[in-house]
């Protein structure tokens, strides 16, 4: 079954200590993404990566990291977490040059920061 | 001005209802266009993308772009109660040198039976 899995699905952390969401696909997309869904203000992109070892900033960047090691995995990393960093997170891939246009999300990682 | 503005109802239809879901956007530099649905607790789901004005089907599924009015709609025909979800409009703007998916609100649809 084609799909994008996430884990955990669900967090609760304390500020400042590390955590990685981890996010693979095995549809063989070029293209990953990163996004931030927060009531009021919608799905917001972190971070994409149009293919290995190419990844670049979306809208909301600050706090985050990413890595694209493989095609089919790219982690989300929150070195130091705030409470600003509770959120609704999904990962997202898609094909080609194109793959922007056609995002197959995950269900989701749910992170509350104490 | 946010750069993407969309209702977030909720909209209320009764079952077999032509639905109209509306976005408005503020550069004319935006380029795709994209509707997705998305059920409580899922991902979003891709329905459609488009980039020129005009209309493109696919089934009960209908996107309209007015890029000269900076409006986007998505018809639904013959709504269902499996319709009911939240929608949202993105639009990939320019950032950078590239292009990011810009996302709105979203607007809640329910269709009761």
């Known amino acids: 079954e084609a799909q994008v899995t996430q884990n955990p699905r669900y967090l609760i952390t304390v500020t400042g200590k590390k955590l990685t969401v981890t996010c693979s696909q095995n549809?063989?997309?070029?293209?990953m993404s990163w996004y931030r869904q927060d009531p009021g203000l919608g799905l917001r992109q972190i971070y994409y990566s149009m293919n290995v070892e190419v990844t670049d900033k979306g809208d909301v960047p600050e706090g985050y990291k990413v890595s694209r090691k493989e095609k089919r995995n790219f982690p989300l990393i929150l070195e130091s977490p705030s409470p600003n960093q509770t959120s609704l997170y999904f990962c997202?891939?898609?094909?080609?040059?194109?793959?922007?246009?056609?995002?197959?999300f995950g269900p989701g990682t749910r992170l509350t920061v104490l | 001005q946010k750069e993407v503005e969309q209702d977030p109802g909720p909209l209320s239809v009764p079952e077999g209802a032509i639905v109209s879901l509306n976005c408005t956007y503020s550069?004319?530099?935006?380029?795709?266009f994209m509707w997705y649905r998305q059920y409580s607790r899922k991902g979003p789901e891709l329905l459609m993308y488009?980039?020129?004005?005009g209309n493109k089907e696919d089934g009960r599924f209908t996107a309209q772009v007015d890029k000269s009015s900076k409006y986007i709609s998505l018809f639904i025909r013959d709504s269902q109660p499996s319709d009911s979800a939240t929608y949202l409009c993105?639009?990939?703007?320019?950032?950078?040198?590239?292009?990011?998916?810009?996302f709105g609100r979203g607007t809640s649809l329910i269709v009761h039976p």
């Open positions: 997202a891939s898609g094909p080609g040059t194109s793959g922007k246009l056609k995002e197959f």
């Open positions: 550069n004319s530099a935006f380029q795709y």
């Open positions: 993105a639009i990939e703007r320019p950032s950078g040198g590239s292009y990011i998916p810009t």
């Open positions: 549809m063989n997309h070029e293209y």
């Open positions: 488009t980039y020129s004005s």
